[in-house]
């Protein structure tokens, strides 16, 4: 069985700042990982994903997370902060074995101020 | 390239009816996959359809049910409707039964009054 845990709800930032949202996950297999965004009324976009190698990924608009085996973490950060980056992000785990459903965490919805 | 299509995107239903929500996949994919987020939550996994047969199954109760149909589309039917099944309902497509290739569609919000 999979969990996730994204710690903070809300995450506020000011344009140009450092972003960290933070997810930790617990798998009884090792995981694949991902990132999601939600804009508003929108569905989900896929900003990066792990599934084996190199433990730092890169992904879209500036975006990377990396893999952390002992401690069980997939952090999500952003150098400088832009406007548009304002959006619920969700982190999700999958089993390696048999990836063919996502468990979500509860997301954290992240706030730029200008 | 169309990506993942669902209609409508806007319902409003009342208490006891019974809604089918519809999905094109992606062109190219074969799985569909749908997902219910609640308000202020993450999605969560309902099923999955592949070949036309249900895959896997989420901790959901037998008032949703679905389909697919040989052109890979799919429905989700849900019977007896909640109040608590008010939600955004997300379908994904991908190739073949892993989520490395998820797309996601924009989602029906389905409102139970």
């Known amino acids: 069985a999979q969990s996730v845990t994204q710690l903070g709800s809300h995450v506020s930032v000011s344009e140009g700042a450092l972003v960290l949202l933070r997810c930790n996950y617990s798998?009884?297999?090792?995981?694949?990982l991902f990132w999601y965004v939600q804009y508003p009324n929108q569905g989900l976009q896929l900003l990066l994903k792990y599934t084996t190698g190199a433990t730092l990924v890169k992904g879209i608009n500036g975006f990377e997370a990396e893999f952390k085996k002992s401690e069980t973490s997939f952090h999500l950060t952003k150098p400088s902060a832009h406007m548009s980056d304002a959006a619920e992000y969700f982190c999700a785990v999958s089993p390696n074995n048999a990836g063919n459903m996502l468990t979500f965490g509860g997301g954290t919805r992240l706030m730029v101020k200008p | 390239d169309a990506g993942v299509t669902q209609s409508p995107t806007h319902l409003i239903k009342t208490r006891g009816q019974q809604v089918t929500l519809r999905c094109s996949p992606k062109?190219?994919?074969?799985?569909v996959s749908w997902y219910q987020q609640a308000l202020g939550q993450g999605p969560q996994f309902i099923f999955q359809y592949y070949e036309e047969e249900e895959r896997q199954r989420g901790n959901f109760p037998d008032r949703f049910s679905g389909h697919q149909f040989p052109n890979y589309s799919s429905e989700l039917n849900v019977n007896a409707l909640l109040l608590g099944d008010s939600a955004l309902y997300l379908c994904?497509?991908?190739?073949?039964?892993?989520?490395?290739?998820?797309?996601f569609g924009s989602g029906t919000r389905l409102t139970v009054v």
């Open positions: 062109s190219g994919h074969d799985t």
């Open positions: 798998s009884s297999v090792p995981p694949y």
């Open positions: 994904a497509s991908s190739l073949g039964d892993s989520v490395y290739g998820y797309t």
